[in-house]
């Protein structure tokens, strides 16, 4: 098989710069446990700057941050409002029920994307005998429905609404600095009436490992006790913490060529008659497409594997793309050249 592999599996693939590698070596580092480590310290504090935020804290992974947010909003045996296709009614084992003892009541959107008028409806009516909602968790950008972005004025009706409704809302912003990019606002804008919200370092911005929850000061303090329960209690962390930082300064500004890429690929197998797709869903560094009579994308994945690509697949029938600082312009075209070759069955 080829030598060389693009990995356009997902963002999650993507290495450490140089610069994080040497920021690593060098970390200051104290037990994080007793809050004494000062590269972790640094890190939630300019995070949570940065999201105009009281605190932040620092976890492994964006689930972790995820259901740790979720835990802290709901009780058990209440019900959680979500999207169809989001990470953590798909990707994230169950954790909603398993953990936080709650139900998944889920809400298609146009293309991912919820409004308020979609979620209204779904919220518990305030009668004894029904289980009542106890969060409304969001994700932007959205993953699975190819990367798209919901914008702040969508968001300020369900803010509005959530807040009439004594509903906290969460969002699953793995891949936030990538919507911020496309919809050209702040990080701070585009979250600020989020109860919490959650950003990961090691996807797009590059990060070996690590995410982050930002929220109010008594938030924060609680999650610090749930990430504990988790066994989220890290040490020297700050061996980490040195290449988020490095993450977070450096790495946001770089996401539009990302994007481009994805356009690239994305309009490139717009052009073969056998792909199906919509170019509107393509708004980020995620594209996600059918093949005309193809119900399983296994084969394809396999036969561009063995040419030197690999893809991922967002459902049996969809291949999926993501683009990243480790696949340059020159990758993704020579990847559209081989998937041009694959799909016309030469
Ligand atoms: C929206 C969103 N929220 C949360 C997570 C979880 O992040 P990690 O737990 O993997 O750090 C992911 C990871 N997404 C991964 C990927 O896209 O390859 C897989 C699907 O888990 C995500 O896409």
Redesign the pocket.
Known sequence: SATTKIDL????VTKPTEEMRAAMASAEVGDDVYGEDPTVNRLEARAAEIFGREAAIFVP????G?QIAIKLHTQPGQEVVCEAR???VD??MAMVSAFSGCHLRTVAGEQGVLTWDRIQPALSPKIYYRAQTGLIAL?N???MAGGTVTSPDIYEEIWCGARDAGIPVHL?G??VFNAATALSVGVAELTSGFSSV?F?L??GLCAPVG?MLVGSRKFIERARSVRKMLGGGMRQAGVIAAAGLIALEEMPKRLHEDHANARLLAEGVAALPMVDIDLSTVQTNIVIFKVRGVSNVAPLLAKLKHRGVLG?SAAADQIRF?THKDANQAACKEALRITNEVLNGN
Do not use: L, P, Q, Y
């Open positions: 599996r997902s963002d999650t992974t964006g689930s972790m995820n989001g990470h953590i990707w994230e994700e950008s959205h993953n699953d793995a891949r959650m990961c090691s996807k995410s991922g993501v």
